[in-house]
Nanobody, 125 residues
Framework: QVQLVESGGGLVQAGDSLRLSCAAS???????MAWFRQPPGKEREFVAA????????YYADSVKGRFTISRDNSKTTLFLQMNTLKPEDTDVYYC???????????????????WGQGTQVTVSS
C-alpha cells in the first residue's frame, strides 16, 4: 500500500522560497513520482516529475528554472524546492506516485494511481 504525506506549504510573499516534502511508504516499485497542483474548480496541473530509477526529471514550462524536484538518499522523501514564487503559483500541491506510469503519461494525472492529501501554498503579491 503506497502512502504519501505532503508537508511544507504555507503563506509567503512573491519572490520567496518554499520547500515541499512528500513522505512516502510502500512506493519502492514506483516508476515515477510527481508533483501536481490544482487551482480551485480546475483540473490538476502537472508541475514536475522524477523517474524513480535513474533520476531523470521533468518540469512544466511554467516552473522550469524556478522549481527543482529531488529525493533524499534514503529514497523515502520527495521534495519540491520552489524559488522566486509568484502569486500564480498559489494552489494546493499534491504528491503522486505511479507504479506503471510510462513516459507519455508523466504529465497526466491519469498516469498516477496514488495521491497525497495535498498542501496549500499561498503566495501574496
Amino acid at each position: 500500500q503506497v502512502q504519501l504525506v505532503e508537508s511544507g506549504g504555507g503563506l509567503v510573499q512573491a519572490g520567496d522560497s518554499l520547500r515541499l516534502s512528500c513522505a512516502a511508504s510502500g512506493h519502492a516499485g514506483s516508476r515515477y513520482m510527481a508533483w501536481f497542483r490544482q487551482p480551485p474548480g480546475k483540473e490538476r496541473e502537472f508541475v514536475a516529475a522524477f523517474r524513480w530509477q535513474g533520476g531523470h526529471t521533468y518540469y512544466a514550462d511554467s516552473v522550469k528554472g524556478r522549481f527543482t524536484i529531488s529525493r533524499d538518499n534514503s529514497k523515502t522523501t520527495l521534495f519540491l524546492q520552489m524559488n522566486t514564487l509568484k502569486p500564480e503559483d498559489t494552489d494546493v500541491y499534491y504528491c503522486a506516485a505511479g507504479l506503471r506510469t510510462i513516459l507519455s503519461q508523466v504529465s497526466n494525472p491519469s498516469g498516477y494511481g496514488y495521491w497525497g492529501q495535498g498542501t496549500q501554498v499561498t503566495v501574496s503579491s
